[in-house]
């Protein structure tokens, strides 16, 4: 089972930045938190992820809380193209086993 | 550098027919997958491989095989089809876990499959 729970769907308007909430309150220490999005039809495209500081790269901003039992993916101004489906997911990165769990994810919509 | 191709991209299969789906990574990365995506759900992992000659069982792994015999292969097969297993299958790859944290996976583009 996924380890996350997210809300289905979430609107946003083009330009504004878009929060996508995530709950994790299982996460165990060494567990980092994933996120990917999925465009229609193509295949799951990776976003960024953390473990417990904040993270930010070219396409998106991570916030992790400090007690690390939920985050928070903002893309700071979001377009059209970003109409997705986000997954959030948390895992071990062991060598020996690295089964990846995907939930149901968030289906954001971009509105113009 | 294609990363993760599959193929075929399109298959239509009678109950009982049996096929295999391939999946090729020119990435040299030590891990693959195979998933399976059905409407309205996330993907669930079916097998997967944490180097060549190795394989473990995901999440779905009943009526499905896989095989690593190349490090950059990563097969996946149906025996004997069934309705149940129409689905988009999706092959990801990504590279020892040693490499962490930045390792991510990448995906191939996914193959539709129907079963009549």
């Known amino acids: 089972d996924a380890k996350t729970t997210q809300p289905p769907s979430m609107d946003c308007a083009e330009g504004r930045a878009a929060n996508l909430p995530c709950n994790h309150s299982t996460i165990s220490g060494n567990e980092y938190v994933y996120w990917y999005r999925q465009i229609h039809s193509q295949g799951p495209q990776y976003i960024i992820h953390?473990?417990?500081n904040n993270e930010t790269n070219e396409m998106a901003s991570l916030i992790i809380t400090e007690d690390r039992k939920s985050s928070t993916l903002i893309l700071p101004h979001a377009t059209l193209r970003d109409t997705a489906v986000y997954y959030c997911?948390?895992?071990?990165?062991?060598?020996?086993?690295?089964?990846?769990?995907f939930g149901k994810g968030t289906r954001l919509h971009i509105l113009p | 550098n294609a990363g993760v191709t599959q193929t075929p991209k399109f298959r239509v299969l009678k109950t009982g027919q049996s096929m295999t789906l391939l999946c090729a990574q020119d990435m040299n990365h030590e891990y693959m997958y195979w998933y399976r995506q059905d409407p309205g759900m996330g993907l669930r992992l079916i097998h997967y491989?944490?180097?060549?000659?190795?394989?473990a069982k995901g999440e779905v792994p009943d009526g499905y095989n896989v095989s690593r015999l190349k490090k950059q292969n990563f097969l996946l097969g149906l025996e004997s089809a069934a309705p149940s297993q129409t689905s988009v299958y999706f092959c990801a790859s990504s590279y020892l876990l040693t490499a962490a944290p930045t390792d991510t996976q990448y995906f191939g583009p996914g193959t539709r499959l129907t079963v009549l």
């Open positions: 491989s944490v180097g060549e000659g190795t394989t």
């Open positions: 997911i948390v895992r071990v990165a062991t060598w020996r086993d690295d089964k990846i769990i």
């Open positions: 953390g473990l417990k």
